[in-house]
């Protein structure tokens, strides 16, 4: 059974960047997509973006100039980097697997599972 | 302000039933299929639903999902006291701004 584990810095400088890695066991980072999905505190789900292991990337338009997120095959872990961080920033972020797949004639297919448990970066001078 | 929108709360005696909607557009419900997942207090997201109305192995068959144009429901019969938790709504959204798109969130209580 797949296990993610999401690890990195609790507390980050405004102006300066997040980097997060998600560190995959039971199973390999090949073939498949990976996303990073963050939670403001007492708030809803925030998608940052995914990757696939061709290295094909997909971020939220909202953040798109500041996210980057990248596979190592060989450590099988994929990392997010948020550039320019401010208090808004502010939130547990989760890693987790995606299954995306589109039919054409019936739409995409998105859903993301298993999740990590989560990390909470604070950001704070 | 969430694309999806959901009931910000529900709530219904043990053993009674609930149902939670998640209406959204022709963008993203009305093209795409939706997913849901339950967020148990303190811990992270767990995929229930996708598809509209598949059930991953494991989650129980008190548990369903289902799909009307825009619109996505999820229903929970048997309610238990462990079943209080935020349950969220999820589809790709195809406009300009594509991407992943999630419901506003719905706190389940029982009472």
């Known amino acids: 059974q797949v296990h993610l584990q999401e690890s990195g810095p609790g507390l980050v400088k405004p102006s300066e960047t997040l980097s997060l890695i998600c560190s995959v066991s039971g199973g390999s980072v090949r073939g498949y997509y990976w996303s990073w999905i963050r939670q403001p505190p007492g708030k809803g789900l925030e998608w940052m973006g995914y990757l696939y292991n061709s290295g094909s990337t997909n971020y939220n338009p909202s953040l798109k100039s500041r996210v980057t997120i990248s596979l190592d095959t060989s450590k099988n872990h994929f990392s997010l980097s948020l550039t320019s961080v401010t208090a808004a920033d502010t939130a547990v972020y989760y890693c987790a697997r995606a299954e995306i797949t589109y039919n054409l004639g019936s739409g995409s297919r998105n859903w993301f599972d298993p999740w990590g448990q989560g990390t909470l970066v604070i950001v704070s001078s | 302000q969430s694309v999806l929108t959901q009931p910000p709360s529900v709530s219904a005696a043990p053993g009674q039933k609930v149902t939670i909607s998640c209406s959204g557009s022709?963008?993203?419900?009305?093209?795409?299929?939706v997913s849901w997942y339950q967020q148990l207090p303190g811990t992270a997201p767990k995929l229930l639903i996708y598809?509209?109305?598949k059930r991953p192995s494991g989650i129980p068959d008190r548990f369903s999902g289902s799909k009307s144009g825009t619109s996505a429901t999820l229903g929970i019969t048997g309610l238990q006291t462990g079943d209080e938790a935020d349950y969220y709504c999820g589809a790709w959204d195809d406009s300009l701004s594509a991407g992943q798109v999630f419901g506003s969130g719905t706190k389940v209580t029982v009472l």
């Open positions: 022709s963008s993203n419900i009305g093209n795409n299929y």
């Open positions: 598809d509209n109305d």
